[in-house]
């Protein structure tokens, strides 16, 4: 007894995603992957802070909570956007053409940037969760 395959139509052919294409989803992934460990990373010295006293010394200071916590978000968030400028460049020098063609710059910069906008503040809740920075990252 013999088996023969049934001949792929080209409908199915079609329809099976390009080698290239599964690529470039395995490398956005690694890079949203990647990207979620700054502002995690950015967590490690508020939580040092917060357990160490430091904080509360800036309280009694007379610093005011408020000043505390804007410029502390103010230097994560440039230091986000130089991480995301970085990344942009390396997309350029290795000529990532999915990210890098025409209006497509402008759109994956906004949507890096907007995904690290948005995973700073919910960092900083983890600030009053964990007692140990080792942990929290």
Not at 48 to 72: C, I, K, M, R, Y
Not at 89 to 103: A, D, E, L, P, V
Request: aromatic share 18%; charged share 10%; glycine share 6%.
């Amino acid at each position: 007894a013999s088996t023969h395959p049934i001949p792929a139509s080209t409908r199915a052919g079609a329809e099976s995603p390009d080698v290239n294409e599964v690529l470039e989803i395995m490398k956005i992934c690694s890079w949203i992957l990647a990207l979620s460990f700054v502002p995690a990373s950015y967590m490690v010295y508020v939580i040092d802070e917060n357990v160490s006293g430091s904080l509360h010394l800036q309280f009694t200071s007379g610093l005011p909570p408020w000043f505390f916590w804007f410029a502390t978000a103010c230097w994560d968030t440039f230091w986000y956007l130089v991480t995301s400028v970085i990344m942009l460049i390396i997309m350029f020098i290795t000529k990532q053409s999915y990210y890098t063609s025409g209006r497509s710059v402008g759109a994956f910069f906004c949507v890096v940037t907007l995904f690290g906008f948005s995973n700073i503040p919910i960092m900083y809740l983890g600030v009053f969760i964990f007692s140990d920075s080792s942990v929290a990252f």
